[in-house]
Structures are given as C-alpha cells and as structure tokens.
C-alpha cells in the first residue's frame, strides 16, 4: 500500500511537472525569440532525460550492468513507440522539415552507433563484447558534434507565437526550474515503489531495466510531450523525444561508460533490434501519409509494435 501511494504521488508531481515546464519553457522560447524546437532540443530533452542520467550513473557504480545499457535502449523504445505514439494520437504531430532530414536521422545514427561499439563478439568477432572507454568517447564526440548543430540552428529567428503567455525571463526560469524539480522528484518516486513491487514477483533485472525502470525514467518525457501536444506545442513534443532520445544514446551512456567500461549481454539484441526499427520507423513515418505528419494511424502502429515488443520479451 505504501509503495502504491508513493507511485499515485509520484504520477501527480510528474502532470504538474510537465505542465510547469512546457508553460516555462514556451515562454522562455518566446522571449529570448529562440525556437522551441531548439528548446526541446536542448532544456527540455536534457531535464528529462536527468532520470535516466542519474539511474546510469548509480548502476555504473554498483556494477550493474543490465540496468545501465537496459535502461537506456528500454527508455529510447518508449520515447519512440509510446510517448510519441501517445502525443500523435492526442493531435497529429506536424514535422518541421529540419527535424526531418537532420534531427530524426541523427537520432537514427545514434542507434546504430550503440549496436556497432557494443557488439564487439557478434560484429568483430572478440571473445566478449565491452563499451570501453574509447567507445564512450566516441559517443560523447558524436554529442559534441549535435550540440555544434544545435548551437547553429539557435540562431534562426522563431516563430512570433502570440498563443504563448509570455514572462519574464527569470519567472521563465523559476517556473521551467520547478517543473524540472517536480518531474525529477515524481520520476524517482515512481522508479522506487514501481521496482519494489515488480522485484516483489520475481522479474529478472533485464526485464526491470528495459520495462518499469525504463518507463519510470521516461515519464518526465512521456508528460511532458502529452501536455506539449494537448496544447499544440508541436515542436516541443518532437524536440523533446528526439532529443532525449540522442541525449540518452550518446551522451548518457558515453558519460556511463567513462565511470566504468561495461559489458555488454547478448540478451539485449532484441531490444537493440527493435529500437534500430522504431528509429527507422520514424523517419519512414514522415513519408508515408501525410507528408512530415505523424498521424493518428501511424502513432496506432507505433502503440501495437510497442506491445509485440513486450509479449516477445515476456513470453
């Protein structure tokens, strides 16, 4: 009962952490007259992929190893197929041609970058397969060279967006700030009573990581891109995931990787595999339909694709 509370007060932190930190981070946009896809991009993709950050760094520590690389690929999976499959079926998700050609293919990239440095027994024929520290450095030098875009398409001028209320800068801040803390108090909540129940059944730590940590970790993302797209702030749903999704890939596991070289199970090929098709998935998606939208239909497919991954991995 007490664990159930805990989650039931973790959820309700995480709505109004997403709801501060859209109105927040919206504003800010408009006032500084920096676009919000950069905004999601940047701000908003980095304070929610702060869960994952901290879960990685805590398991690199103690060793485990499922956790961290489970964590990580479970949560892109999620961003992917789920939140942005929910966000598409509250409103169609409009694609800035940018985000297309640039920052969804970098995304791609990532992924594949991740399935190649890790499997070193399966792709280069070792006796084991290790994300060493040379391989965290090569996907900290790929986050550095996606900042260097971000930091170039800051400067294009944004939209005028009259429909944002606009505050000051430093109420901005204060209120993005306290949405952030809200979340990062909601998300550990919310990891913390969803593990002790599920470690109550007997689930394995693979299948912990990649499904109610990943998820915990994810739902900063998942409420803010829900409320960013209930109120049509469709550049911050996207740059949201998009960039959570990168910030987690490179630079998340590049800075676990770093703390301690870790081994990589051949387990995790499955999820990896499915996180290579939903990353395709979603630059098909831009093409099939309407053009640069993500639709309502294809966000129901996201959603089933999500559910066979679950039934394959559980039974």
Known sequence: MVHLLLLAAGFTLLVKGADFLVEGSSSLAKKLRVSEIVIGLT??????????????????????VDIAFGNIVGSNLINILVI???SGLIFPLKVQKNTV????????FSSVLVFLLANDSLLWGRTESVLSRIDSLILLSGFAFFSIYVFMISRVRADSAPEIRTRSVRASVLLSLTGLAALLIGGKLAVDSAVSLARTFGIS???IAVTVIALGTSLP??????????????????GNIVGSCIFNALLVLGFTGLIRPMQYSYTLNL????????SGLLFLAMFTGRRRVLDRWES????????????????
């Open 300 to 315: 129901g497919v996201f959603l089933v694709i999500y559910a066979a991954y679950l039934f394959m991995l559980l039974f």
């Open 205 to 207: 730590e693979h299948i």
């Open 271 to 278: 999820d990896m595999l499915f996180l290579l098709l939903a």
């Open 221 to 238: 993302e998942l409420f803010t891109s829900a409320v960013a797209a209930f109120k049509r702030r469709i550049d911050l749903a996207i």
């Open 43 to 64: 701000v908003v993709a980095f304070g929610t992929s702060a869960p994952e950050l901290a879960i990685n760094v805590i398991a690199a520590a103690r060793g485990s």
């Open 84 to 86: 942005l499959g929910i």
């Open 101 to 108: 050609w640039k920052e969804i293919p970098f995304l791609l």
